[in-house]
C-alpha cells in the first residue's frame, strides 16, 4: 500500500470573512499528511475568481458568519457539482439546515466542533459521501420543508419529468415519518429494516433534492434568456 506521502492530498479550500477563521482553520490543516490548504478567500467575489479548476478531490470548507448567505455555495457548486463543500456554521439551526439541504452542502458543522471531527469530516466527504443525513434525522422541520420542496418542485418542473428525480414511495413515507418527529430508530421498526438501511434513504433523498434543485436553476435561467 502506498505510503500517505505517495498519494494525493486533499485540497481544501477556505472561504471565510473573518481572516482568524482562517488562520486557525489552516493551521489545523497543516498539521495533516494527507491534505492541504489550496486556497484561501475572504467573500464570495474573491473565492469565485481563485477557484481555478475544481476537482472533485477538493473540498470547500465554508464558514459561515452569523447570519450569512449560502451564495458562495451556490455559485460553486455551479461550476462543479461534484465538488463536495463542508459548511461550518455558528449554531446548528432549521432555516440554515434547509438551506444548505437546498445549496447542496456535504456536511453542517457548528463551530464547537472538535479539531478531529472537522478533519474526520474533510476526509469523508473528500471520498464523496454526503454527511447531511445526520442533521437531517434529528431535525423534524427541515425534513418536513425538505418535503415541501420536493412537492413545490414536482409542480414548477411539469412537463419535464424526464430531467427530475422523483421520491419514491419508501423515500416519501421515509421523510414524511421523519418530519413528524419520529427517529431514525422508529422508522427503521416501521419499514423493519435496519437503521443503516433508513440512512440510505434520506442520502439518496439529499442526492435528489440537489439534482432537482439544479435543474430548476436550469430551467429558470434558460427562460430569463428568451425573454
Known amino acids: 500500500m ?12 477556505l472561504v471565510a470573512e473573518s481572516s482568524i477563521a482562517r488562520q486557525g482553520a489552516a493551521a489545523i490543516i497543516a498539521q495533516q499528511d494527507d491534505m492541504e490548504v489550496i486556497g484561501q ?6 473565492a469565485f475568481s481563485l477557484t481555478g479548476n475544481i476537482t472533485s478531490r477538493m473540498v470547500v470548507l465554508r464558514v459561515l458568519p452569523p447570519k450569512g448567505s449560502f451564495e458562495v455555495v451556490h455559485r460553486l457548486r455551479d461550476i462543479s457539482p461534484v465538488t463536495s463543500v463542508i459548511v461550518l456554521a455558528e449554531f446548528e439551526d432549521d432555516e440554515g439546515l434547509f438551506q444548505a439541504a437546498l445549496a447542496g452542502v456535504s456536511a453542517y458543522l457548528t463551530k464547537g466542533c472538535t479539531n478531529e471531527q472537522l478533519l474526520s469530516t474533510i476526509r469523508t466527504v473528500a471520498n464523496g459521501e454526503q454527511m447531511m443525513h445526520r ?5 423534524p422541520r427541515v425534513a418536513s420543508k425538505i418535503l415541501q420542496r420536493f412537492r413545490e418542485l414536482s409542480s414548477i418542473t411539469k412537463g419535464l419529468e424526464p430531467l427530475v ?18 427517529s431514525a430508530e422508529t422508522v427503521a421498526y416501521e ?3 435496519s437503521q443503516k438501511v433508513v440512512v440510505n434513504h434520506i ?10 434543485q439544479r435543474t430548476h436553476q436550469a430551467v429558470a435561467s434558460l427562460l430569463v434568456n428568451q425573454t
Open 135 to 139: 442533521n437531517i434525522l434529528n431535525r
Open 191 to 193: 419499514f423493519n429494516v
Open 203 to 212: 442520502t439518496s433523498i439529499m442526492h435528489k433534492l440537489d439534482v432537482n
Open 2 to 13: 502506498a505510503d500517505t506521502a505517495t498519494q494525493q492530498k486533499i485540497g481544501v479550500f
Open 165 to 182: 428525480a422523483p421520491l419514491s414511495s419508501i423515500e416519501e413515507e421515509v421523510l414524511r415519518l421523519v418530519a413528524t418527529g419520529n
Open 41 to 46: 478567500a475572504g467573500d464570495t467575489d474573491e
